[in-house]
């Protein structure tokens, strides 16, 4: 063989290898196409080369839903609503070109937690429409489901038959609903239940609100802009420092506490009616190791929500509902102890339904539930005293604060 | 290709990006211009949930917002889900009822919101190539007419401290090629004018911090396109092309209902209905025409025939001489109103909230019932009227009532 020869041949060899290593035309394509889509930036600046990519996957038809379900994982927010459509819009193809969707795959891909909740929630969905018998197949693995959604519909389920079941051997399987249950609807229908069995739970201990705080204020909010002026107990460590509050008056950290099912604590009540006014609130949590975590506050004022000084969340609106979870802010708990210090402002309204000044707290998991080794750490007689989360005060230390 | 063609080509499409939705189309809230006025006639004066209808569709979800229709394509949105983050863009045959595509985002603003309202409030816009439909969650998605995703932005991922507990409801428009988008609420408020084709913005005005559910009109004044946009700061007026605030009536403030020009005058709603002339710059001197006791509720008023319509929380039908502001009458009927009024062919279509119509005779100054037609079911979206017929989106169904 000549060097020419060997040349040639070697040269058809790497071609050949190239072309049996590179991925298919379409699949390149399909890769493409989502990797464009998922580099979409802020105020549609991006759009004009990701609608031509949104239109190239979904040509692609079939063989690009399992893709696309899967590029969902690690997308944007803004990205996902762009593949979600996207697999709206090729099962309609299919659907419409009388093709099925690949039942296998789509069952696997649900059934993989590692997925998206909301792409594997969507995987379902189309799988059920397919596959009637999916849903009573599938929802019973849902029960302790990372997607909000397929852990609802599963309970949703197993509630409907126990109910039907015999109240006395309902009760074990009861009590493990009841600690799979994340949606308050659902967390009052059992709490009832099991109270029919003769079964009594802790609402607050399940949803691991923060029943322990101490809180000092009211502090002036001059020209109603609360939220955004900082005020001394944000920097404070030491809970005997007093500070210059609303008129004028001298105020310091006091403990309450709150026997409320779902921690809400009365700032009407604990710092006397104020208005144009803030007030902080300051929890300790110890964690066994480094957790991350939400906090999710509920109130119907202006929030700011800090996890050992920093800042995590805020929300400057007033009035309009309050809503459990309806704020949250993403953490990471150290080992050791942690301050949660919740600020909450309220404005000068007059109408009578804007007169509540209040919070609830809880700090949970992903799916709202809770976190394993954590405590509240609450100071009994200037000792501090490991309590669970939403653990009941004492009667008389509700009002602790005001002897 | 020589440049006539292509310059004849564009024809067209100039004449669609320039010319307000006129004719038989009802391509937004309250149709051309917000006017709740249709030309057509021979409309449908009887109905009932097995009569008179033309075809029916079932809608996935509840939704307050109004169905569009343009050519041969009606649009809906619903909102779904426990947490109703679910959010359905829907488009059917306007002919046939046949749904010819479905698209579903996931929600990426807060989802709070008052029980009667939903996700799903703000009407959608639609012209010839498609449609546009904003969410209560400030998703923001263009289909093409097929169910194309042209583009999507998320303007909370854009603007973060967006919010409204109470539920955002006011309607985007389209002037002149360009995507008018309010947004006003207790975080960062704008009006933007958004690019058609790819989503980006072509300018964003400041608007104060307020919840305002107002939906934007169109007027032509000293050469220039002015966007009107009533809030509880007052009537405040931007240039088309620019962006720039031209004048700001104080006394023309209102946060729910939205306003109806006829000709030169504007009808504000406000302690009842309150007419001024515009000029070029702006609001000329005192009101032409009051009358307090045509009130509105969540509806907006209604100018047909030479009279003032307004419909009420407490089931009033209420209508005045549009010059003088004397009242006709105010009657009481069963049920409440959140549907605004609209009119055509001499009737007046007054949806109540459990899909009960009372279609008003137009020609009378006196309160007389030419039919009364329910549904029975939940009505809370404002009919459309298009092709000859009324549509009405309930809570389970979109109706084409006609022939």
């Not at chain 1, 239109?55 to 063989?63: D, K, M, N, S």
């Not at chain 2, 479905?102 to 009667?116: D, F, I, S, V, Y």
Request: aromatic share 8%; with cysteine; net charge neutral.
């Amino acid at each position: 063989m000549t060097r020419g020869n060997r040349a040639a041949r070697y040269g058809w060899v790497a071609v050949v290898g190239v072309v049996l290593a590179a991925p298919a035309p379409a699949e390149d394509d399909i890769t493409r196409a989502l990797t464009t889509i998922k580099s979409v930036d802020r105020e549609g600046k991006k759009n004009d080369s990701v609608g031509p990519a949104w239109r190239t996957l979904v040509a692609e038809g079939g063989p690009a839903l399992l893709p696309t379900l899967a590029a969902i994982d690690d997308a944007n927010p803004t990205a996902a609503n762009w593949l979600r459509t996207a697999v709206d819009a090729i099962a309609e193809a299919e659907a419409n070109a009388s093709r099925p969707l690949p039942a296998t795959k789509l069952e696997a891909f649900v059934k993989d937690t590692k997925n998206a909740p909301s792409a594997r929630q969507l995987a379902y969905e189309l799988l059920s429409k397919q596959d009637k018998s999916a849903p009573d197949r599938l929802l019973p693995g849902f029960l302790n489901d990372p997607n909000p959604d397929l852990r609802r519909d599963a309970i949703a389920a197993e509630l409907d038959r126990l109910t039907k079941a015999d109240p006395a051997t309902a009760k074990p399987a009861l009590e493990r609903l009841f600690g799979f249950s994340r949606d308050k609807d659902q967390v009052d229908a059992l709490v009832k239940k099991l109270g029919e069995a003769g079964v009594q739970v802790s609402v607050a201990e399940h949803f691991a609100f923060l029943t322990h705080w101490h809180l000092v204020g009211p502090f002036e909010s001059e020209k109603g802009k609360a939220l955004i002026l900082s005020y001394p107990p944000e920097m404070a460590t030491d809970l005997a420092a007093t500070f210059p509050g609303k008129g004028g008056a001298k105020v310091g950290w006091k403990p309450y506490s709150t026997a409320d099912k779902y921690g809400q604590m009365d700032l009407n009540k604990f710092l006397g009616k104020s208005m144009n006014a803030a007030a902080y609130a300051r929890a300790v949590v110890n964690a066994e190791s480094e957790t991350p975590c939400q906090i999710r506050v509920g109130s119907p004022n202006a929030v700011q929500i800090f996890l050992n000084g920093k800042k995590l969340f805020e929300r400057e609106e007033y009035h309009h509902g309050m809503n459990l979870d309806h704020h949250t802010g993403l953490g990471v708990l150290r080992k050791g102890e942690n301050v949660i210090l919740i600020k909450v402002c309220q404005n000068n309204q007059t109408d009578s339904w804007a007169q509540t000044w209040s919070f609830q707290a809880r700090v949970c998991d992903a799916t709202g539930g809770p976190l394993p080794g954590l405590t509240q750490v609450v100071l009994r007689g200037g000792q501090p005293v490991p309590l669970k989360l939403g653990e009941s005060p004492e009667p008389d230390a509700i009002l602790e604060g005001k002897k | 290709m020589t440049w006539y063609p292509r310059l004849l080509a564009c024809v067209p499409l100039t004449l669609a990006l320039t010319l307000p939705l006129i004719g038989a189309d009802w391509g937004q809230f309250k149709g051309p211009n917000a006017t709740g006025v249709s030309d057509e006639k021979a409309l449908p004066l009887t109905w009932a949930k097995d009569q008179g209808v033309k075809w029916k569709a079932p809608l996935p979800a509840r939704g307050v917002s109004s169905p569009v229709v343009v050519g041969d394509r009606a649009y809906v949105t619903c909102s779904s889900g426990k947490r109703d983050d679910r959010l359905h863009v829907l488009c059917f045959d306007a002919v046939t009822g046949k749904q010819l595509w479905h698209r579903q985002l996931t929600a990426t603003g807060g989802t709070a919101c008052h029980p009667k309202t939903c996700m799903a409030a703000p009407t959608p816009v639609a012209d010839e190539s498609g449609v546009y439909a904003l969410f209560a969650t400030g998703d923001l998605a263009a289909f093409d007419m097929d169910g194309t995703l042209r583009w999507y932005r998320s303007l909370v991922g854009d603007y973060p401290t967006i919010t409204n507990q109470v539920g955002m409801a006011a309607s985007p428009i389209l002037a002149k090629g360009r995507l008018i988008v309010p947004m006003d609420n207790e975080g960062e408020s704008f009006l933007a004018a958004v690019d058609t084709r790819y989503g980006t913005n072509v300018w964003k005005a400041d608007r104060p911090k307020a919840v305002n559910w107002v939906t934007p009109l169109v007027r032509e004044a000293g050469g220039k396109t002015e966007i009107l946009l009533a809030s509880p700061s007052g009537l405040a007026a931007y240039d088309l092309t620019t962006g720039e605030k031209q004048w700001i009536f104080k006394d023309g403030g209102g946060s729910i209902p939205t306003g109806v020009l006829g000709g030169d005058t504007l009808y504000l709603p406000g302690v009842g209905v309150t007419a001024v002339k515009l000029t070029d710059a702006g609001v000329a001197g005192e009101p032409v025409m009051k009358a307090k006791d045509v009130k509105s509720g969540y509806g907006s008023p209604l100018l047909y025939a030479g009279k003032v319509y307004a419909t009420d929380g407490n089931g009033f039908i209420s209508c005045a001489d549009a010059k003088t502001g004397k009242l006709h009458y105010r009657e009481r009927t069963k049920g409440v109103y959140s549907a605004s009024p609209v009119a055509g062919d001499g009737k007046v279509y007054c949806l109540n909230e459990t899909g009960v119509t009372t279609v008003v005779k137009a020609d009378s100054t006196e309160f007389e019932v030419l039919a009364t037609n329910d549904l029975g079911e939940e009505g809370l979206g404002t009919p459309a009227i298009a092709r000859g017929c009324v549509f009405i989106r309930t809570d389970k169904a979109l109706y084409c009532i006609g022939k």
